[in-house]
């Protein structure tokens, strides 16, 4: 079936270091593929998404590009702040799975000032 | 425009007993996806709702029930509580519930089973 395997935290930086959480999926098909953020206590919030090979995804310095042919999705940003301290989930969506998202098990990253 | 909002926030009740939680999609979205959440078994899609309709399960027991309204909000009922069932409860909305369509979170419900 349908799944994502992001890089095991918890991830813990200094402030203006550079970010790359990594995440590869397996699923049928050419999925739509995302990056969700937590902060404590809230819901998810969409960082960023991609739904087709080679497009790259950006918001708020964040970015991560779409590559099919290693079936990856990695989340970059070059320089961190200490608001960006969250949680951090890769999801796929299929198109057979409509509304259905399959979400990797979450990175925890912790900005140190 | 008003997010998603989801009622209660938090709840406590004790194995064996029923609840039921709430979720109001964004204006105008016709979609409401529910995701269990918890520390062991991380993000897992519960079922969506489409105009009134269950359009996609997850793999979760019968016990685990959901409908929606004709104004798209939608509730999820959990019957007979277990300890596992213990978990942060996330409703989505999306506008058409279509494979480009984006899925917008609300705060969650935290349910604690005693």
């Known amino acids: 079936g349908d799944s994502v395997t992001q890089m095991e935290g918890p991830v813990t930086l200094s402030e203006e270091a550079f970010l790359t959480i990594n995440c590869t999926y397996t699923?049928?098909?050419?999925?739509?593929l995302f990056w969700y953020v937590q902060y404590p206590g809230e819901g998810l919030q969409l960082l960023l998404k991609?739904?087709?090979?080679?497009d790259k995804g950006s918001n708020k310095g964040f970015e991560a590009t779409y590559r099919k042919e290693t079936t990856s999705f990695h989340l970059e940003k070059g320089s961190v702040q200490v608001s960006d301290s969250a949680v951090y989930f890769c999801?796929?969506?299929?198109?057979?799975?409509?509304?259905?998202?399959?979400f990797g098990q979450g990175t925890r990253l912790t900005i140190n000032p | 425009k008003a997010g998603v909002t989801q009622t209660p926030r938090y709840l406590i009740k004790t194995r064996g007993q029923q609840v039921t939680l709430s979720c109001s999609p964004i204006?105008?979205?016709?979609?409401v996806s529910w995701y269990q959440q918890t520390p062991g078994q991380g993000l897992q899609f519960l079922f969506e709702?489409?105009?009134?309709?269950?359009?996609n399960k997850g793999n979760f027991p019968g016990r685990f029930s959901g409908r929606q309204f004709s104004n798209s909000r939608s509730e999820m009922n959990v019957s007979t509580l277990e300890l596992g069932d213990s978990a942060l409860y996330l409703c989505?909305?999306?506008?058409?519930?279509?494979?480009?369509?984006?899925?917008?979170f609300g705060p969650g419900t935290r349910l604690t089973v005693l």
């Open positions: 989505a909305s999306s506008l058409l519930g279509s494979g480009s369509d984006t899925q917008y």
């Open positions: 999801a796929l969506r299929t198109l057979q799975g409509a509304q259905k998202l399959v």
């Open positions: 204006s105008g979205h016709r979609s």
């Open positions: 991609a739904t087709k090979a080679d």
């Open positions: 709702y489409f105009s009134e309709t269950q359009r």
């Open positions: 699923a049928t098909g050419y999925p739509s």
